[in-house]
């Protein structure tokens, strides 16, 4: 297979619909069920841009054959949602080799095949059953020209007609979440996606690692090891002698190989790279068989080849490779002195020339050589010393590289930058830092790294969709990009959260202004589509060097300073300063005591009864939560829970709560005490959380109890930071039947609105209202009215804090009829509630002056 125009690469394709032949012709195919895509499959588990193949061109020299790569997903990262499996493993980017199975799905899949001639189809289409006849006893042009091998878009073009309106209306009911931004490059290991062999062996000569194509190259290599030809002279005392690193041209069996060998001194061993030139290397050799057959290969030659005079360095012949090459005729280039075409160090490179004999070439791994509109071309080749016309010359070969470079610069700007906004990633961000770190230090002056986080990107991409919160980070990026002054970076770190580096500033005004700058320019709503979104942001700052003098000081602080801004409200910024990161400690140390509490079972409810006065019966039972650490005894959530909602831990503890106190009203139920409900207090983190429901529901199949005996308690906070949010989850909540209750109303920005959106079956009056009731007539309006208010909305009424006799007799005045409060009894361990709940079930009623008051405890 080395004639490039004798080697077809086909795909053959077997799904629900028919089996099918798929010449690769182009540099890029998309696949998967939707219409536009050029491979279409027909399977519902295939997504609809499943896959993607790109041509890759092998610009090394060393394989005239194209190579077909196939990635999960399309060239805009998204994956898809079954992943392909690559003979049997799944992949997520690979190197199409003969013979590759690809599976897409269960029943759609697909055979990788490089067809030489006529034959190998024949077998190719004598391998399964189609649904096409072929005539293999054809070239592959006239099988396609005759249509004898349908075109893709012949094949499906009944069955689009037939299923555009099914593909059009597909959805899925579980979406992909978009990763925080890496390049499938990345993920593949270089060295062993790598064509040409890489060897590495120590300084001993024991070889220590081989890629891929190095072990099916050369398979006796470990066998046969230092005697290889590889290997033969390649560990010396001369070694390190002779630089960093040489490249040298070996010989195996008739395979040449040109060697380029690397000194690395920190891993102490040698690698080398091989790059097979038996082809340059034979049409060298046939240079010197006769006149005719040089003259032939010296003009057919696609690569640029010089005669040149060793002594004078001037040009004796140049072919047509080269002079099209450099733009050149044959009679401008021929008598010109080399240097008039090379850009190089005239010295330099003399002491190079004269070091070449026959034997011993010199490779040139890159040169530039101008082209005559004065423009430079890069090029890679070989000088050898040869025999020309009865003399010795210099020959020169070089080929063309500027695709390869274009191809590695590419590679290279991809690797370090943010595919959706073309920003620097986080990898060139931090090579950008410590530049800057160190022309800081040197020159003494000031620098800054500012965090910045869009509020509330969260909400946009589930309300609105991840393709329109991509549409919003690149208007972020650019808006972000204009605010900075020449000098200054903008990287996207991840997901919605960008960073700014300020190379050099004056003082620390200079960051207050471009905070200010960006305030300004997200004033301007974001108009996408018909869409008007206001965008907003949190800004946290670090100084270099008050704030750290090192690159991982200054992120972390500049992130704690972030986080610090969003605590506080957002839309702001904040300058980092020593006690946050004290707090920060804290907050670690904390997390790892509140894992252990959990792990120890350190952790208890104690139950809280709310009384039905007039009739003395209990209506419910509020869990409390408590901690009894061993060091500091019996701690109140006051204390730590604040603290632990700044932490993820709050969802595993909140967890815990909800099902212990499910459990244990279960346990009450079972012992046949009169069913009540138990209310549980929800956190605004876990609120937050899009799957509440469905974990409530797990947790009341879990523990069997029904759930009208389970009362959910949200304060007013927590319902106004996302309406959007708070009226799916509480009507998901309420369709699962359990009851909701408003904590704290009537303090803060009470709204009558939420009573009126949302079906709550109790009224917590906040308990500020009765621990200081002195039975003025605002108090007693106020109360009355929130009272009427439940009673029009068909609402429970319980008032917290009932510390008094006083304080209940103007509540019962005011026709309050549900309490909860010290006055009647504080929180109970679980033994104590039992024992109080059976003691109204033996009596059917409790009698409320019996119980004297207690002393005040926190709850």
Same mark, same amino acid.
């Given at each position: ?162 299923? $555009? ?25 270089? $060295? ?8 590495? %062996? ?122 099209? &090459? ?8 021929? +008598? ?88 620097? !990633?986080?990898q060139l961000f931090k090579q950008q830092l410590a530049t800057a770190l160190a022309h800081a230090k040197r ?18 991409? !589930?309300? =609105? +969709? ?21 000098g200054d970076m903008v990287n996207r770190w991840g997901s919605d959260e960008f960073v700014v580096l300020l190379?050099?500033?004056? !003082? /620390? ?23 008007? =979104? ?6 946290? *700052? ?37 006690? @946050?990161? $004290? ?6 140390? &904390? ?33 409390? @939560? ?8 019996? *701690? ?21 709560? @909800? ?18 409900? %138990? ?25 069997? @109890? ?87 909305? !068909? ?8 510390? /008094? ?55």
């Amino acid at each position: 297979m080395n004639n490039l125009s004798e080697v077809r690469h086909l795909l053959v394709i077997a799904d629900q619909k028919s089996r099918r032949i798929v010449p690769l012709t182009d540099n890029t195919y998309s696949i998967g069920r939707d219409p536009n895509s050029n491979i279409l499959l027909y399977d519902r588990q295939v997504s609809r841009h499943h896959a993607t193949i790109l041509k890759i061109d092998d610009n090394t020299g060393n394989n005239d054959q194209p190579c077909y790569r196939i990635i999960d997903g399309n060239l805009q990262g998204k994956k898809s949602t079954n992943g392909i499996a690559v003979n049997g493993k799944q992949s997520l980017s690979h190197d199409l080799a003969p013979g590759d199975l690809i599976r897409f799905g269960n029943q759609c899949q697909a055979n990788y095949h490089m067809i030489a001639d006529s034959s190998e189809l024949a077998l190719l289409e004598g391998s399964g059953d189609s649904n096409k006849e072929i005539n293999t006893s054809l070239p592959l042009e006239e099988l396609l020209s005759e249509n004898k091998i349908a075109s893709l878009d012949e094949i499906f073009l009944e069955d689009e007609e037939e299923d $555009a309106e099914q593909v059009q209306t597909m959805s899925f009911k579980k979406r992909e979440k978009k990763t925080e931004s890496e390049s499938l490059k990345n993920q593949v290991s270089l $060295a062993d996606a790598n064509p040409n062999p890489i060897i590495e %062996v120590d300084f001993q000569g024991q070889i220590v690692y081989l890629n891929a194509a190095a072990k099916i190259k050369f398979p006796d290599l470990n066998k046969l090891q230092a005697l290889h030809p590889i290997l033969q002279n390649l560990v010396g005392e001369r070694t390190p002698k002779e630089g960093t690193s040489f490249v040298r041209e070996i010989q195996i069996e008739n395979s040449f190989f040109e060697q380029h060998i690397h000194y690395l001194k920190e891993s102490e061993c040698l690698r080398s790279y091989l790059f097979e030139i038996t082809k340059y290397r034979k049409r060298e050799i046939k240079l010197t068989t006769g006149k005719d057959r040089y003259r032939f290969f010296f003009e057919q030659s696609t690569e640029g080849i010089l005669v040149i005079n060793p002594d004078t360095k001037h040009i004796i012949e140049a072919n047509q490779a080269y002079c099209k &090459l450099l733009g050149y005729s044959s009679a401008e280039i021929i +008598g010109c002195n080399l240097y008039q075409l090379l850009e190089i160090e005239r010295e330099s490179f003399n002491q190079i020339l004269e070091q070449i004999t026959p034997d011993n070439p010199y490779i040139i791994r890159e040169s530039f050589h101008r082209h005559q509109n004065g423009s430079l071309l890069a090029v890679a080749g070989k000088i050898n010393l040869t025999n020309y016309q009865r003399q010795e010359v210099l020959c020169l070969v070089v080929r063309d590289i500027r695709d390869r470079k274009q191809a590695e610069e590419e590679l290279q700007y991809q690797l370090l930058h943010d595919p959706l906004t073309n920003l620097p !990633n986080r990898q060139l961000f931090k090579q950008q830092l410590a530049t800057a770190l160190a022309h800081a230090k040197r020159h003494e002056h000031l620098m800054a790294v500012i965090f910045i986080d869009i509020d509330s990107f969260t909400h946009i991409n !589930n309300t =609105l +969709g991840h393709s329109l919160g991509d549409k919003v980070l690149q208007s972020f990026a650019k808006r972000l990009s204009s605010c900075i002054r020449a000098g200054d970076m903008v990287n996207r770190w991840g997901s919605d959260e960008f960073v700014v580096l300020l190379p050099q500033i004056k !003082n /620390t005004e200079d960051t207050v202004k471009l905070a200010q700058r960006i305030f300004e320019i997200l004033q301007r709503p974001l108009i996408l589509g018909k869409h008007r =979104l206001q965008i907003k942001c949190s800004i946290g *700052i670090a100084i270099y060097p008050q704030d750290g003098d090192n690159a991982e000081g200054l992120l972390k602080n500049a992130d704690t300073a972030l986080y610090r801004t969003k605590e506080q409200g957002k839309n702001h910024y904040q300058f980092y300063s020593p006690h @946050l990161t $004290a707090e920060a400690e804290i907050l670690m140390r &904390l997390e790892s005591l509140l894992h252990q509490a959990l792990e120890k079972k350190q952790f208890f409810l104690e139950y809280q009864p709310q009384l039905e006065y007039k009739t003395g019966k209990i209506v419910g039972m509020e869990a409390l @939560l408590r901690w009894e650490n061993p060091a500091f005894g019996v *701690i109140m959530p006051q204390k730590f829970l604040p603290l632990a909602a700044k932490t993820n831990l709050i969802l595993h503890l909140s967890k815990w709560v @909800l099902k212990t106190a499910c459990e244990q009203n279960l346990s009450w139920q079972k012992d046949n005490l009169p069913p009540i409900p %138990v209310t549980v207090n929800l956190s605004a983190k876990e609120f937050q959380q899009p799957h509440l429901a469905t974990v409530v529901a797990s947790i009341l199949d879990e523990t069997g @109890l029904d759930p009208q005996w389970l009362e959910l308690e949200i304060t007013e906070l927590t319902l106004r930071q996302n309406l959007n949010l708070a009226r799916k989850t509480l009507q998901d909540l309420q369709n699962l039947g359990v009851r909701i209750a408003l904590d704290d109303f009537g303090c803060g920005f009470s709204s009558l609105g939420y009573l009126k959106q949302f079906s709550f079956r109790t009224l917590k009056l906040h308990q500020d209202f009765v621990r200081d009731l002195r039975g003025t007539s605002e108090e007693l309006g106020l109360i009355s009215a929130i009272l009427a208010i439940g009673k029009g909305f !068909n609402m429970r009424v319980v008032a917290e804090g009932v510390e /008094t006799s006083e304080q209940l007799k103007i509540l019962e005045d005011l026709d309050c009829r549900e309490i909860q409060g010290y006055w009647f009894s504080h929180p109970l361990p679980t033994k104590e509630a039992t024992e109080l709940l059976s003691k109204i079930a033996r009596n059917n009623y409790i009698d409320s002056a019996n119980f004297m008051s207690l002393p005040m405890i926190d709850s």
